[in-house]
């Protein structure tokens, strides 16, 4: 009943001819549905698993979770994100891996280093790994980017273990990172092991959305979906 020739030209048969599902009536229960691909999902993620990088660290996100919040945060071609806490890199592989342009930055030199290696293999074995990367070391509370210089900002914030982040205690740097996110972009996905409504409104955000991901049984994720407010954009 269908099929497509060389060119993807589809043709349909339209024989009069009874098929086998004719019930001797002249009726029949046979179907036939045409349709086109436009979308196809990806089940590659376990193909790349967080240990198997060059550079690992302990309690990296899972691609798949970091695929779904870079798609949050709007990422694609011709759209900035920035990673103010970019640690491995595992939002910016996923922000990559859709087309967009990447800015990380990290406080600790061995996460800027270890981020540029792991972008780096993934270039080498990914065609699909397209967009402008850029890493730098850098204070997340006081970003060295112009005002407007993104499209989005998302971060994976520390969790309690590790409360203490060079100069900043995590209240201190979660806000200044808030702030200076709203600087730089309209839009913003913050993942964290709490609540920062709070903090996210005081930094000027509208909270559009929180909601929770059971990650284990001691560690649950808040994701924050914020954009300015109407009368700041």
Same mark, same amino acid.
């Given at each position: 009943?269908?099929?497509?020739? $060389?060119?993807?030209? /589809? !043709?349909? =048969?339209?024989? %009069?001819? &009874?098929?086998?599902?004719?019930? @001797? +009536?002249?009726?029949?229960?046979?179907?036939?549905?045409?349709?086109?691909?436009?979308?196809?999902?990806?089940?590659?993620?376990?193909?790349?698993?967080?240990?198997?990088?060059?550079?690992?660290?302990?309690?990296?996100?899972?691609?798949?979770?970091?695929?779904?919040?870079?798609?949050?945060?709007?990422?694609?071609?011709?759209?900035?994100?920035?990673?103010?806490?970019?640690?491995?890199?595992?939002?910016?592989?996923?922000?990559?891996?859709?087309?967009?342009?990447?800015?990380?930055?990290?406080?600790?030199?061995?996460?800027?280093?270890?981020?540029?290696?792991?972008? $780096?293999?993934?270039? /080498? !074995?990914? =065609?699909?790994? %397209?967009? &402008?990367?850029?890493?730098?070391? @850098? +204070?997340?509370?006081?970003?060295?980017?112009?005002?407007?210089?993104?499209?989005?900002?998302?971060?994976?914030?520390?969790?309690?273990?590790?409360?203490?982040?060079?100069?900043?205690?995590?209240?201190?740097?979660?806000?200044?990172?808030?702030?200076?996110?709203?600087?730089?972009?309209?839009?913003?996905?913050?993942?964290?092991?709490?609540?920062?409504?709070?903090?996210?409104?005081?930094?000027?955000?509208?909270?559009?959305?929180?909601?929770?991901?059971?990650?284990?049984?001691?560690?649950?994720?808040?994701?924050?979906?914020?954009?300015?407010?109407?009368?700041?954009?």
């Amino acid at each position: 009943l269908f099929a497509s020739d $060389a060119d993807g030209d /589809e !043709e349909i =048969d339209s024989s %009069d001819e &009874e098929s086998d599902a004719d019930d @001797g +009536d002249g009726e029949s229960d046979a179907c036939c549905f045409l349709g086109w691909l436009a979308v196809e999902s990806r089940r590659d993620y376990g193909e790349r698993r967080p240990t198997d990088r060059p550079f690992v660290q302990p309690g990296s996100m899972a691609p798949l979770d970091a695929r779904a919040l870079v798609n949050i945060a709007g990422a694609g071609p011709e759209a900035t994100v920035v990673d103010p806490m970019c640690g491995t890199g595992g939002l910016l592989l996923e922000a990559g891996l859709v087309g967009g342009d990447m800015i990380g930055v990290d406080a600790q030199w061995k996460m800027t280093r270890g981020s540029q290696e792991n972008l $780096a293999a993934l270039r /080498e !074995e990914s =065609d699909e790994f %397209d967009g &402008e990367v850029a890493i730098i070391h @850098g +204070d997340a509370t006081a970003l060295p980017l112009g005002d407007g210089a993104a499209d989005a900002v998302i971060f994976d914030a520390p969790y309690g273990r590790q409360s203490k982040i060079a100069r900043h205690e995590l209240g201190e740097l979660v806000g200044g990172a808030l702030r200076e996110a709203r600087r730089i972009a309209p839009r913003a996905v913050v993942v964290a092991d709490r609540s920062w409504d709070d903090a996210a409104r005081e930094a000027g955000w509208e909270v559009e959305r929180r909601f929770e991901r059971r990650v284990h049984g001691s560690l649950v994720r808040h994701v924050h979906v914020l954009s300015r407010k109407e009368d700041d954009r």
